[in-house]
């Protein structure tokens, strides 16, 4: 019968520290993944937000300036003819929005050609937003597999450091793309990697110092990447798309046709003020 293999006494401080460092990094990984999500949202949404609402916004703004200027010409005030101004300036070359809708309203009933015969009185259509790309939930797991064992930070030796960097970056742009197929190839790519992290040996002196030292970047970079996040839903557009953040769609239906109200509002203004009503 052959002699039990010898038992390897664990340091207890040294298998509490490695627990802490599983957890920590398990938790930076998905905070990671979820911030990296929650970009691609708000870079897409930005994107469909300023092509489909952009023209009305720019309508509104050229509305407020011949409102303004239209006051100012009545009253001849010194204020008014301030406010004039200073709404003109911040106004961009006004689009054809008529040929804009109509050509909206064409490709709708897919016709070649827009624009309506006559001065027809129809509400224009809403622009339709051209397709988001969103990672869905095999794209975010193949991401967050990708980030826990190939990410640069996770390496100490400048040299493997930049190969993580380098793959990271193309993983990256697969998962903005949504890209599911590219990613399981990047996962098969790195399948073969062994990646050393410059961990001391287990059992060291300077095991301990490693582990420590560890724990607290990772303990400061978890706390970075969720004030990253706090940074993403503070900004404009994050507050915008929390409004509706499980259907981003629906909330620039309703955001366009809250726009299209107020330029009908201030149109009906505007003709009030030169007399055309």
């Known amino acids: 019968m052959a002699a039990d293999s010898p038992v390897r006494w664990i340091d207890p401080e040294e298998q509490r520290l490695e627990e802490q460092i599983a957890q920590t990094e398990a938790r930076w990984v998905d ?3 979820e911030v990296e999500t929650l970009r691609v949202e708000l870079d897409n949404f930005a994107l469909v937000h300023h092509q489909r609402l952009g023209p009305m916004y720019v309508r509104l703004d050229e509305l407020d300036a011949l409102i303004a200027e239209a006051t100012a010409a009545r009253t001849g005030d010194p204020e008014d003819i301030r406010r004039a101004f200073e709404a003109r300036n911040v106004v961009e070359p006004m689009p054809d929005l008529e040929a804009f809708f109509a050509e909206a309203d064409a490709a709708a ?12 009185t129809e509400q224009p259509v809403i622009p339709q937003a051209p397709q988001r790309i969103r990672p869905d939930k095999e794209a975010q797991r193949l991401y967050r597999d990708l980030a826990r064992r190939a990410h640069p930070d996770l390496a100490q030796d400048p040299a493997e450091q930049e190969l993580r960097g380098a793959f990271i970056a193309r993983v990256n742009e697969a998962y903005a793309r949504g890209d599911v197929l590219a990613l399981a190839a990047l996962a098969e790519e790195w399948a073969g990697e062994t990646g050393d992290n410059g961990a001391p040996a287990e059992g060291t002196p300077e095991r301990l110092a ?3 030292q560890r724990l607290d970047w990772l303990t400061a970079r978890l706390r970075r990447i969720e004030e990253t996040r706090a940074e993403l839903v503070d900004s404009p557009m994050g507050q915008l798309l929390m409004l509706l953040p499980d259907d981003p769609d ?3 239906e309703v955001l366009a046709e ?3 109200e107020s330029v009908s509002t201030r149109q009906a203004e505007l003709d009030r003020l030169v007399g055309t009503v």
């Open 31 to 33: 905070a990671e993944v």
């Open 109 to 120: 009933r897919g016709e070649s050609d827009g624009g309506a015969e006559g001065g027809g």
């Open 210 to 212: 490693w582990l420590r």
């Open 250 to 252: 629906a909330l620039l």
């Open 258 to 260: 809250q726009l299209l």
